[in-house]
């Protein structure tokens, strides 16, 4: 999003984007380390960013678009081939 656009969307919130974003990292993190995968596979899924792609503005609503940046890796555990 244009700093200028987000600025002037920061200044008509009646809370700090910053924090917003950084509770919504938060419990995005906390969402992943609950779901159970199959013992097969060990991953791991981290979202190191959240930043607000773009802001949709309809007669009643402010919506923002997010895009979230991040690491995964992933391990498949096949046993033994015997």
């Known amino acids: 999003m244009k700093p200028v656009l987000l ?9 700090p984007l910053d924090q917003e974003l950084i509770r919504a990292k938060d419990e ?6 609950q779901i159970k995968l199959p013992s097969e596979i060990d991953a791991n899924i981290e979202v ?15 919506f923002l678009v ?5 690491n ?3 391990l498949l555990n096949l046993g033994s081939r015997e």
């Open 48 to 62: 190191k960013t959240i930043e607000v792609e773009k802001v949709v503005v309809t007669n009643n609503d402010i």
């Open 72 to 74: 995964m890796s992933a």
């Open 66 to 70: 997010l895009l979230a940046d991040g």
């Open 7 to 15: 600025q002037q969307v920061e200044e008509r919130l009646s809370f």
């Open 28 to 33: 995005a993190n906390k969402y992943i380390q």
